[in-house]
């Protein structure tokens, strides 16, 4: 069964941090890019982070650059977005992504005191 499962997201205060992990099941993962989106009530998609295949090259929105850092094991079949210096405007569901593939189900950030 084709799968991309998301998970990590929480609860955080502002300044804090969080790690999403999406783990890729039922092909070959190594073999597309990915990327992590993410939606707020009210709000377009927007994309937060690309890399690539072989997990060497990466962009980021402007939004996040500088705090997000996004990152890949193929050995694992896992992806991840490091999320540091989490602001209020962060809080979405957060979904990885791989265009050929699909989407993950998406796992909530809220960054509140």
């Known amino acids: 069964q084709v799968q991309l499962v998301e998970s990590g997201g929480g609860l955080v205060q502002p300044g804090g941090s969080l790690r999403l992990s999406c783990v890729a099941s039922?092909?070959?993962?190594?073999?597309?890019?990915l990327n992590w989106y993410r939606q707020a009530p009210g709000k377009e998609r927007e994309l937060v982070a690309n890399i690539t295949r072989a997990g060497d090259n990466w962009m980021y929105a402007v939004s996040v650059h500088g705090r997000f850092t996004v990152s890949r094991d193929n050995v694992k079949n896992t992806a991840y977005l490091r999320m540091n210096n989490l602001k209020p405007e962060d809080t979405a569901v957060y979904y990885c992504d791989i265009p050929e593939i699909g989407r993950g189900q998406g796992t909530q950030v809220t960054v509140s005191s």
């Open positions: 039922g092909f070959t993962f190594s073999s597309y890019a």
